[in-house]
């Protein structure tokens, strides 16, 4: 062990003080021994109590401050991401009921204060907010999902079973569906690559409409555990039919079920870790072209009121079925793993940003579908303000980005060359609440698929209407 300098004695080592160790400040002069000086320490204490006293006077001031304006919804936000974090949980309780006052149809701001509720110990408060952030039909999918999992804790939900999902209906109208390249490469004679034209090939291309239907169902069952630890199922299932690229028309059903252990206090969850199976099947054109099983886990954590991070890690052994439109389609049969990490911020009342990184791993039956996919996204949602029928109005805008190499070419399209693609999307939406639960949904994309092989260069528009219900 290791002692610092000074006296020569180890820290806690009993023993007799010898001469040099006694304290210097009581040297004998003329018989008469010279006291300590307390006054510098009695005013160094009050300098500290005068210290603390002004910064809770600052605190109150802050507070009062950030509460007189009712108006300054921002201001009165971010106090309130302040006062969490510091533990003033009746601070930020107010400044978020300022803001509610007057912004009635923020839905994450109600989640909000839903949560902290929980953390004052008023339950029935908490319960309130909390399902009407989870009812919301306006309100972001994300916040629902976090209020329904809230409502999961402090045994607000603990037992029985509870059901919400969605339906929706809608029409597309895609520039290029098929995803069709203007001209094609093949392996020609003594194995050299010919570039082909794709309209020398009849490769269908052009402007298609489609009609889609579908929904999504979450089954939970509580465990009657103090945390509010649960049980979810979720399950979906949507149909595509194309007007004329008929061999795209598709089925795909899914389902993901697995226990949600909640984090931190049952007053004050962090967060969740879910660990589920899933299975998946999708056909196109009629025939079934892949099924597959798998598992993985899901998490959330949320570091602050403003705040949160989520994650997904699954892995899925796909088996790919051939088809006399697809006579090879069991090439792509193999491993797939794939992972999302999400940070996500409430910038203020009415806007949100999110980055997020995702990559996925294919390890198929041929080598020359076998690849490594790395990306990103960034998105923003916005809660616009909907005049006299107080619900917002959803926007969102999200610009993403996949890299792909594949591991080995493909001998019938370029036997020396792998494939890589760089595709990038902007997606904007928006949702119009009508009625109770019913919404208007607008959307438009715009796809670049960039490949160093002509057979997988393409661009793609996309404008899509419909209609949403939410329960």
Same mark, same amino acid.
């Given at each position: 062990?290791i002692?610092?300098?000074?006296?020569?004695?180890?820290?806690?080592?009993?023993?007799?003080?010898?001469?040099?160790?006694?304290?210097?400040?009581?040297?004998?002069?003329?018989?008469?021994?010279?006291?300590?000086?307390y006054?510098?320490?009695? /005013? !160094?204490s =009050?300098?500290? $109590?005068?210290?603390a *006293?002004?910064?809770? #006077?600052? @605190? %109150?001031?802050? &507070?009062s401050?950030?509460?007189a304006?009712?108006?300054?919804?921002?201001?009165?936000?971010?106090f309130?991401?302040?006062?969490?974090?510091?533990?003033?949980?009746?601070?930020?309780?107010?400044?978020?009921?300022?803001?509610l006052?007057?912004?009635?149809?923020?839905?994450?701001?109600?989640?909000?204060?839903?949560?902290?509720?929980?953390?004052?110990?008023?339950?029935?408060?908490?319960?309130?907010?909390?399902r009407? /952030? !989870?009812? =919301?039909?306006? $309100?972001?999918?994300? *916040?629902?999902?976090? #209020?329904? @999992? %809230?409502?999961? &804790?402090?045994?607000?939900?603990?037992?029985?079973?509870?059901?919400?999902?969605?339906?929706?209906?809608?029409?597309?109208?895609?520039?290029?569906?098929?995803?069709?390249?203007?001209?094609?490469?093949?392996t020609?004679?003594?194995?050299?690559?010919?570039?082909?034209?794709?309209?020398?090939?009849?490769?269908?291309r052009?402007?298609?409409?489609?009609?889609?239907?579908?929904?999504?169902?979450?089954?939970r069952?509580?465990?009657?555990?103090?945390?509010?630890?649960?049980?979810? *199922?979720?399950?979906?299932?949507?149909?595509?039919e194309y007007?004329?690229?008929?061999?795209?028309?598709?089925?795909?059903?899914?389902?993901?079920?697995?226990?949600?252990?909640?984090?931190?206090?049952?007053n004050?969850?962090?967060?969740?870790?879910?660990?589920?199976?899933?299975a998946?099947?999708?056909t196109l054109?009629?025939?079934?072209?892949?099924?597959?099983?798998?598992?993985?886990?899901?998490?959330?954590?949320?570091?602050a009121?403003?705040?949160?991070?989520?994650?997904?890690?699954?892995?899925?052994?796909?088996?790919y079925h051939?088809s006399?439109?697809?006579?090879?389609?069991?090439?792509?049969?193999?491993d797939?793993?794939?992972?999302?990490?999400e940070?996500?911020?409430?910038?203020?009342?009415?806007?949100?940003?999110?980055?997020?990184?995702?990559?996925?791993?294919?390890?198929?039956?041929r080598?020359?579908?076998?690849?490594?996919?790395?990306?990103?996204?960034?998105g923003?949602?916005?809660?616009?303000?909907?005049?006299?029928?107080?619900?917002?109005?959803?926007?969102?805008?999200?610009?993403?980005y996949?890299?792909?190499?594949?591991?080995?070419?493909?001998?019938?399209?370029?036997?020396?060359?792998?494939?890589?693609?760089?595709?990038?999307?902007?997606?904007?939406a928006?949702s119009?609440?009508?009625?109770?639960?019913?919404?208007?949904?607008?959307?438009?994309?715009?796809?670049?698929?960039?490949?160093?092989?002509?057979?997988?260069?393409?661009?793609n528009?996309?404008?899509a209407?419909?209609?949403?219900?939410?329960?």
């Amino acid at each position: 062990m290791i002692f610092p300098r000074g006296n020569g004695r180890a820290w806690g080592k009993p023993g007799r003080i010898s001469s040099h160790e006694r304290p210097a400040v009581t040297p004998r002069h003329g018989g008469n021994v010279r006291r300590l000086s307390y006054g510098p320490i009695l /005013a !160094a204490s =009050a300098l500290l $109590a005068a210290s603390a *006293a002004q910064a809770q #006077a600052d @605190q %109150a001031a802050s &507070t009062s401050q950030s509460l007189a304006n009712a108006d300054d919804a921002e201001a009165s936000f971010r106090f309130a991401a302040q006062a969490a974090a510091a533990g003033d949980v009746v601070g930020a309780i107010a400044a978020l009921e300022r803001v509610l006052q007057t912004n009635p149809d923020l839905a994450n701001i109600k989640l909000e204060l839903g949560l902290l509720y929980l953390r004052a110990g008023n339950a029935d408060l908490a319960r309130s907010y909390l399902r009407e /952030a !989870a009812n =919301a039909p306006d $309100a972001p999918e994300a *916040a629902r999902q976090r #209020a329904r @999992q %809230a409502l999961g &804790t402090a045994a607000i939900a603990s037992g029985g079973f509870s059901v919400a999902g969605s339906l929706f209906v809608g029409a597309q109208v895609q520039s290029n569906p098929n995803g069709s390249p203007g001209s094609v490469s093949i392996t020609g004679p003594g194995g050299v690559p010919i570039i082909v034209s794709g309209d020398d090939l009849s490769i269908p291309r052009g402007t298609d409409i489609s009609g889609s239907a579908g929904g999504y169902l979450q089954v939970r069952h509580g465990l009657n555990s103090q945390r509010g630890n649960d049980i979810v *199922a979720d399950f979906s299932l949507s149909r595509t039919e194309y007007d004329d690229t008929t061999e795209l028309n598709a089925t795909y059903a899914g389902a993901r079920i697995g226990p949600r252990f909640f984090l931190g206090s049952a007053n004050d969850p962090k967060g969740f870790v879910r660990p589920i199976v899933s299975a998946t099947l999708l056909t196109l054109g009629g025939p079934r072209y892949f099924s597959a099983y798998g598992g993985g886990l899901e998490f959330l954590l949320r570091p602050a009121l403003d705040s949160s991070i989520t994650g997904q890690l699954t892995y899925d052994d796909r088996d790919y079925h051939n088809s006399r439109r697809r006579p090879t389609a069991e090439e792509q049969s193999g491993d797939y793993i794939s992972g999302v990490l999400e940070y996500a911020r409430q910038a203020t009342p009415r806007l949100s940003v999110n980055i997020s990184a995702l990559f996925e791993g294919v390890s198929a039956d041929r080598k020359y579908w076998s690849r490594a996919t790395f990306g990103g996204q960034v998105g923003t949602i916005y809660a616009f303000a909907s005049g006299s029928n107080r619900r917002s109005w959803i926007g969102r805008l999200n610009v993403t980005y996949r890299r792909s190499d594949y591991v080995a070419p493909d001998p019938l399209v370029d036997p020396l060359k792998a494939r890589n693609e760089d595709r990038t999307e902007i997606e904007a939406a928006l949702s119009i609440p009508l009625i109770r639960a019913l919404n208007l949904e607008l959307r438009a994309s715009q796809t670049w698929n960039r490949s160093n092989l002509p057979n997988y260069d393409f661009n793609n528009t996309l404008g899509a209407i419909g209609l949403s219900y939410q329960f």
